[in-house]
């Protein structure tokens, strides 16, 4: 049973660009997050998606970002204008449904880091 | 609204010192509780959790246990090595949504 799958690992943007990134959650599981890292800090809550539904994005910027997860294919962070503060580590997590003994833990991607130039 | 805290870092010991990390939370109710761990360059493991009050949570000689009471789910470990030198985060799950600590470095000293 493959892990959260994340790509790429490494993204370099020119200031003004777009960044994409992709999230397949593990198999079987139905609920996808995203979450930033900035250098030498922790995980902010970015957005929780369950299939072609936003759930909660409470923490993602009002502007730039978007994020989708579709009836089929992975999930997509789309930031839009890329700017030197969007420089961070882009973590992936999923869980299974609530109603499965695992209901309640959610498991990370090895991550996506966007550099900004 | 919901939170957690934890201890600030760098932590450094020297290799077989018993370690504790502090984590205390803020929430409403009965949140499970979890730690993660980060190596450097990598994604966060889970490294165990707890789901209910007395619960204790054990995994690769680390221990934390569900405290109602105060608040709290402190990361122990009686022997650590030089490969736990790491990240360390604390967190809990409150309608799906995972909040974090703000993280514990680890430095293990051989």
């Known amino acids: 049973n493959a892990g959260v799958m994340q790509n790429p690992r490494h993204l370099v943007r020119r200031r003004g660009q777009e960044a994409r990134l992709r999230c397949s959650p593990m198999k079987g599981h139905s609920h996808v997050y995203w979450y930033r890292q900035l250098p030498e800090e922790g995980l902010k809550f970015m957005v929780y998606?369950?299939?072609?539904?936003?759930?909660?994005e409470s923490g993602m910027p009002k502007e730039r970002f978007s994020a989708e997860f579709p009836k089929e294919g992975p999930s997509i962070l789309r930031i839009q204008q890329v700017v030197r503060g969007d420089s961070a580590a882009y973590f992936c997590?999923?869980?299974?449904?609530?109603?499965?003994?695992?209901?309640?833990?959610?498991?990370f991607g090895e991550g996506s880091w966007l550099t900004v130039v | 609204g919901d939170s957690v805290t934890q201890m600030e870092g760098p932590v450094t010991l020297s290799e077989e010192a018993f370690l504790t990390i502090n984590c205390t939370y803020t929430?409403?109710?009965?949140?499970?509780l979890f730690w993660y761990v980060q190596y450097p360059g990598e994604g966060l493991q889970l490294l165990l959790k707890a789901t209910k009050a007395d619960d204790k949570g054990s995994n690769k000689g680390f221990e934390a246990t569900y405290r109602k009471e105060t608040t709290s789910f402190h990361l122990e470990k009686g022997s650590v090595q030089v490969s736990d030198s790491a990240v360390y985060f604390c967190a809990l799950n409150r309608d799906d949504k995972i909040i974090f600590g703000k993280g514990t470095r680890l430095h293990i000293l051989p």
């Open positions: 997590a999923s869980s299974p449904p609530r109603d499965t003994l695992s209901g309640n833990t959610i498991y």
């Open positions: 998606l369950q299939k072609e539904n936003i759930i909660d």
């Open positions: 929430a409403t109710g009965y949140p499970s």
